[in-house]
Structures are given as structure tokens and as C-alpha cells.
């Protein structure tokens, strides 16, 4: 399984604010397109954007921190902060069990990784290089 040029294009428009490009890649792919490859690329991104954001390391306070500030960022999606702190933590530490369904799960990781990324102020080569390393995890 490849990851389209436009699936990681796609993530590079979110992160950065350009509405204009991400609307017109979400049009390209359409109802039906978004497939297998976009998930395990999404949870390749979340991976490295927790990483990067808890600097690997499992702190349930900056965690609990972490996901307050993400639901009140985004109060029209319902997020159980328990499974959001839980899906984060799982991430950071690999003897969590988790059990979500795969909807909650790819809300959470598309909104958790966007808002960790876009803090985080990557530079445009940090951001590609991300990318580049979360389309090879996805690919195993």
C-alpha cells in the first residue's frame, strides 16, 4: 500500500492553514477514496506529532492539559476526554491497552495531531521530513 502525494499534501495544507489547497485535495478524493493508506498514514502522523509534543514521554498532567485545551479548541466534536488522554497516552507508552472505536480514534488522532503540529511551528524542511517519516511508518 502506497501513500498518495495528495494524502500527505493533504496533511501539509491542514497543518498549515491553507483551507483554499486542503478544500480542493478533499474534493479530489471524494467520499470514497480516502481508503486504508489515509488512515495508517493519519496514525503515522499522530505517532510522530505526540512524540514530538510530550518529547516521548507519557506525563498524564500535560496529557489531561493537552486534551482540555483540545476540546474546548473544538466544541462541536464530542471527545470523551478519558479515551482522548487514554489514545494519547497509548501512543507514549507502548503497555497501554486501548479499546476505541475507529471513528472516535481518527477524530482524536486528526485533531490532536493538527493541533500539536501546528504549535509546534515546524519549519516547512521539519514539516516535510515528519511527513516523509510517518508515509514510510505507514507503509511498514
Not at 509534543?53 to 498532567?61: P, S, T
Not at 489514545?87 to 472516535?104: N, R
Request: some cysteine; hydrophobic content about 50%.
Amino acid at each position: 500500500m502506497a501513500i498518495s502525494p495528495d494524502v500527505v499534501e493533504y496533511v501539509r495544507t491542514l497543518v498549515r492553514d491553507d483551507h483554499e489547497a486542503n478544500d480542493q485535495i478533499e474534493v479530489r478524493f471524494g467520499d470514497g477514496k480516502w481508503g486504508e493508506a489515509v488512515a495508517s498514514f493519519m496514525s503515522a502522523v499522530f505517532f510522530y506529532a505526540m512524540d514530538l509534543r510530550f518529547q516521548g514521554k507519557c506525563d498524564d498532567r500535560s496529557i489531561l492539559a493537552f486534551v482540555a485545551e483540545l476540546r474546548s479548541q473544538n466544541p462541536e466534536f464530542e471527545m470523551d476526554p478519558k479515551v482522548a488522554e487514554r489514545v494519547i497516552a497509548a501512543t507514549l507508552d507502548d503497555g497501554l491497552e486501548l479499546a476505541v472505536t475507529p471513528e472516535a480514534l481518527g477524530a482524536i488522532q486528526t485533531l490532536a495531531a493538527y493541533k500539536a503540529l501546528s504549535e509546534a511551528n515546524l519549519s516547512d524542511a521539519e514539516l516535510d521530513a515528519l511527513l516523509h517519516d510517518a508515509a514510510r511508518l505507514a507503509v511498514g
